[in-house]
């Protein structure tokens, strides 16, 4: 088992360093947990992954995916070489999904999983089935309210089918549970709430077997191990005593790769592990392959800046000048560039944990003594989970400044769960909220300001941390206006009206594609999202009958609708509106694939708006 565990995390690695993207550190840790699963107890058939009455596996924490993968793949559900295509188009999706052979539920947004792992139960349990549903999810989880709701139900339930494994590996993204929002003690909580508890070292094989062996005999209420993991397990300098210290009190190896030179030491540390176990288990010798060359030295080429480090130094500014501004966080300081103002202000920082809902309603009571809320998390999180917490805020009038971070389908890698394509969509009809997008960091700033200090109501800013091609350029007097954008560049055959740095960098180079073919086409950043100007739109599309809205977002509910509503206020009109946007769910892959995918890509939008003239 230990054998096969080092495996697992070798293969794991392998998969994240080809695609340049994941999550080593909680991949590590469950690796030895997924070994005994389905190399010991777990009824499972590859050749039948979907059968009734097989034994379930939900990895709620589902950014360890990679280690998953890499555990089906070694029990036959899929070719190892597949492993080379996680996190690409028409491969293995960035978080657990069911596109992939074997696995049970989508996760990627936390809390879903022991949810789901009642429903099998449950359903297993009143087809007379002695299958087992294991659901596997992280710490730092439980502070998702969710995970509460489903803790209570299923003991009331008396779901003894239900074992669940909580990898107690005491880190978070990038800080220690204790310091995020400490969720001790777990044992307890979960006795108090019916279960039955056994605790153990979750990097410890024999420990595992063993009390999986013992839980086999309780009956009449659901089951958890509490499995004290360490983050990185399995390579020295990535287990978190000493990767905390080394980073000084943060964890380095939650989402970030090794370089060539740290690549190779892991690999060598697992190898030599390899190596000894085999020869110690008296198994027949194999040859390991030879280190990865190619893989170890690809790099991914960026040219240009994210709106990100400019977000995060105007925050610093606005706490500096404003001393009613607090910043609220959802466990994503490093990642929503927080981490210079929770430093510089601590007393303006706050931090929740994992806990939108509490997060938003928080922010709410915040605004209604006399505070201005900064809220930040993921787009697809903060919309979608705490939208009626929103809601709420805003029918109390509250000012409250709300943040969608990667927002749209870029980054690509992490896949559905993570993409900001709904936003707009359940943002825009919210009363009292006024929704915007920079196109870059001067626009940027300016509708920060405007939030903050002109602005009498709510604010959703959606921010894209991707980096465009080329550099969008506002005109030199501008300023912010609210229904209003500005044109950045002339045109008479076609208009582009888009938002964001991503799609309206790749409208610009279209516009230059086009011209080559002696089309002239126009160019207009509109940041207002829910509202437009009507007068101002008809001046700028002016005698143009060719109107495009590109939309980094779901072609249902974004600003081609606010755009349609605005020209049909005055009466019928005789252009033609088009929408160039994202259909379906998102995808993972990389970024220029999943951009001529979805055909938002320039060459793409160059080659719709052609045909569409032609017509």
Not at 166 to 188: C, F, W, Y
Not at 230 to 251: D, I, N, Q, R, T
């Amino acid at each position: 088992m230990k054998i096969i565990a080092d495996m697992i995390r070798w293969n794991a690695l392998t998969s994240i360093m080809n695609a340049r993207s994941g999550h080593i550190g909680a991949s590590f840790s469950i690796a030895d947990i997924l070994a005994v699963l389905y190399h010991s107890e777990m009824k499972v058939d590859p050749k039948n992954p979907r059968g009734f009455g097989r034994d379930v596996l939900i990895l709620s924490k589902g950014h360890a995916a990679s280690s998953l993968y890499a555990t089906l793949a070694s029990r036959g559900f899929f070719p190892t070489e597949k492993l080379l295509k996680f996190r690409r188009l028409k491969g293995l999706e960035g978080h657990a999904e069911i596109s992939a052979p074997g696995v049970d539920s989508n996760t990627g947004s936390l809390a879903m999983g022991i949810s789901k792992g009642k429903g099998y139960a449950w359903s297993y349990k009143a087809s007379w089935s002695k299958a087992t549903v294991f659901v596997i999810m992280g710490d730092g989880e439980l502070q998702e309210g969710q995970n509460w709701e489903a803790i209570m139900s299923a003991s009331f339930m008396k779901l003894d089918n239900l074992c669940l494994i909580i990898d107690r590996n005491r880190v978070q993204t990038d800080k220690e549970v204790k310091e995020i929002l400490d969720v001790s003690p777990i044992e307890a909580k979960l006795k108090a709430f019916g279960w039955h508890v056994t605790t153990i070292n979750g990097n410890d094989t024999k420990e595992i077997l063993e009390s999986l062996k013992k839980l086999k005999r309780v009956y009449g209420k659901p089951k958890a191990i509490v499995a004290n993991t360490l983050k990185g397990a399995g390579v020295s300098f990535m287990e978190h005593p000493h990767a905390l210290k080394a980073g000084k009190g943060y964890y380095k190896w939650h989402d970030k790769l090794p370089n060539e030179k740290e690549y190779r030491r892991v690999w060598a540390e697992i190898c030599a592990r390899i190596n000894k176990k085999t020869k110690k288990c008296a198994l027949k010798k194999f040859s390991l392959p030879a280190f990865p060359e190619e893989i170890a030295k690809k790099k991914i080429v960026r040219v240009g800046e994210s709106l990100l480090k400019h977000y995060s130094e105007i925050l610093v500014e606005i706490g500096a000048k404003n001393k009613n501004v607090v910043v609220l966080d959802a466990d994503l300081a490093e990642s929503c560039g927080l981490r210079e103002f929770e430093n510089k202000f601590p007393r303006k920082f706050i931090e929740v944990g994992i806990a939108e809902q509490d997060m938003v309603s928080m922010a709410g009571g915040l605004a209604l003594s006399g505070r201005i809320p900064i809220v930040n998390t993921y787009a697809s999180f903060l919309t979608s989970r705490a939208n009626e917490q929103i809601f709420n805020n805003a029918s109390e009038g509250s000012k409250i400044i709300y943040v969608g971070h990667i927002a749209g389908i870029i980054p690509a890698k992490p896949g559905k769960s993570h993409q900001g394509l709904r936003d707009i969509t359940v943002m825009k009809s919210m009363p009292n909220v006024l929704v915007c997008q920079p196109c870059n960091s001067l626009e940027l700033r300016k509708l920060m300001n405007f939030l903050v200090t002109k602005s009498d109501i709510a604010g959703y800013l959606r921010l894209e941390h991707a980096i465009p091609k080329i550099a969008v350029h506002l005109p030199v007097n501008y300023e912010v206006k609210v229904g209003q954008g500005a044109t950045l560049a002339d045109g008479a055959d076609a208009i582009i009206i888009g938002h964001g740095p991503l799609l309206l960098s790749e409208a610009l180079i279209a516009r230059e594609i086009l011209k080559e073919k002696n089309i002239s086409v126009k160019v207009v950043n509109l940041p207002w999202l829910n509202c437009v100007d009507e007068k101002w739109l008809r001046n700028t599309i002016g005698k143009i009958k060719n109107v495009f809205c590109l939309e980094n977002h779901s072609v249902a509910g974004g600003m081609t609708e606010i755009v349609a509503r605005a020209l049909l206020t005055g009466g019928p009109c005789d252009l033609k509106l088009q929408t160039i946007g994202i259909e379906g769910f998102g995808r993972s892959g990389e970024d220029e694939e999943i951009l001529k995918h979805y055909a938002i890509d320039a060459s793409s939008i160059a080659k719709k708006i052609k045909g569409s003239i032609k017509r």
